[in-house]
């Protein structure tokens, strides 16, 4: 069923209308049988995961971005998932892990997203399955204040490999940031940092702490009404890091469409499955704005931009589109 909301005037959420919806439902898929991979890439499957993943082609995926629901409670627009008992959520997730592990390449990477209680319940899991790498943890800025907590505003994602032969691209991800203290050589030049009309950055290694990303909200045109959606310079970032043009990359919980979105910005092939066929709506409306559409907030010239250092939101060129001079956010 359609969400039908009052908005501000100014407000960019996508949403799809009654016509869009019914025009879009046409170019989803189903699987019924072994599929093979010309057969389902840059496609959105909906339908559940349980029902979609044995199908599958084997060893076909370079990268999954796997984010399932966490272990709360939450109304996914008419598709509930409730909190479980930590034993039978580290055995659901299991089982979501053994039906994923096949469709993986020997050479492929698997970030999890999570929170800090699911973290707990997942990480032993992932340990058995995989080779856990790192453990990313990002500020999210949004978060409700606690009285009696510390305020919860961070998220993690795993970073883990199927085996020891995998690619990483640490240039790509690159973050710029605003340099404090320029220290110089003798005769005056920057030491490790570059001097600009635009002021003074450098580019550093990124850590496994993440402060740059920005949730999105009302105004920016990738927003959508998905309660849990995330940014598309976060997804960004482990494209870039973890697969290379024309790489699969395999999002089963897919929401409305982020991975998918990003990966074809970033010219990488990509199949995303989600149960919720208004979300899969939303995406593939994004998927088709993103024909001619290929910024990604806070990412210009192929450097990752530390948040609010642009020059107040300079337009600049995305390297997935070199002509493009939107304005980019944040």
């Not at 016509?19 to 959105?44: F, G, K, T, Y």
Request: hydrophobic share 35%.
């Amino acid at each position: 069923m359609l969400s039908i909301k009052q908005r501000a005037p100014r407000n960019r959420t996508l949403t799809c209308s009654s016509d869009e919806s019914a025009e879009l439902r046409d170019q989803m898929v189903q699987l019924s049988e072994p599929a093979i991979v010309s057969e389902i890439e840059n496609a959105i499957i909906a339908q559940d995961f349980f029902k979609a993943v044995p199908y599958l082609p084997r060893a076909s995926a370079d990268l999954l971005v796997l984010d399932p629901p966490y272990n709360l409670t939450k109304d996914f627009d008419g598709h509930l998932f409730k909190e479980k008992e930590a034993e039978d959520y580290s055995a659901w997730f299991s089982e979501v892990v053994r039906l994923l592990k096949p469709a993986l390449k020997s050479t492929a990477t698997v970030y999890v997203c999570s929170d800090w209680r699911t973290s707990i319940l997942i990480a032993p899991v992932l340990e058995r399955s995989f080779h856990v790498r790192n453990r990313i943890t990002w500020e999210r800025d949004k978060g409700r204040g606690a009285k009696a907590n510390w305020k919860n505003n961070t998220e993690d994602i795993w970073f883990c490999t199927v085996s020891d032969d995998f690619f990483f691209d640490v240039d790509a991800v690159k973050l710029k940031k605003k340099v404090i203290a320029p220290y110089r050589h003798p005769d005056g030049r920057p030491k490790d940092w570059d001097e600009g009309a635009d002021g003074n950055f450098r580019l550093t290694h990124p850590s496994n702490i993440w402060t740059d990303v920005t949730i999105p909200f009302w105004s920016m045109p990738e927003n959508t009404d998905h309660p849990t959606q995330k940014p598309e310079k976060l997804i960004a970032k482990l494209i870039l890091a973890s697969s290379r043009e024309n790489d699969f990359v395999l999002d089963p919980f897919l929401g409305s469409g982020t991975t998918a979105v990003v990966a074809k910005k970033l010219n990488r092939r990509f199949l995303g499955i989600e149960q919720n066929v208004e979300y899969c709506c939303w995406a593939q409306k994004r998927l088709a704005k993103a024909e001619f559409e290929k910024t990604i907030q806070g990412y210009v010239d192929g450097v990752f931009w530390e948040r609010n250092s642009l020059n107040e939101q300079k337009p600049g060129k995305n390297i997935a589109q070199p002509d493009n001079n939107l304005s980019l956010f944040q």
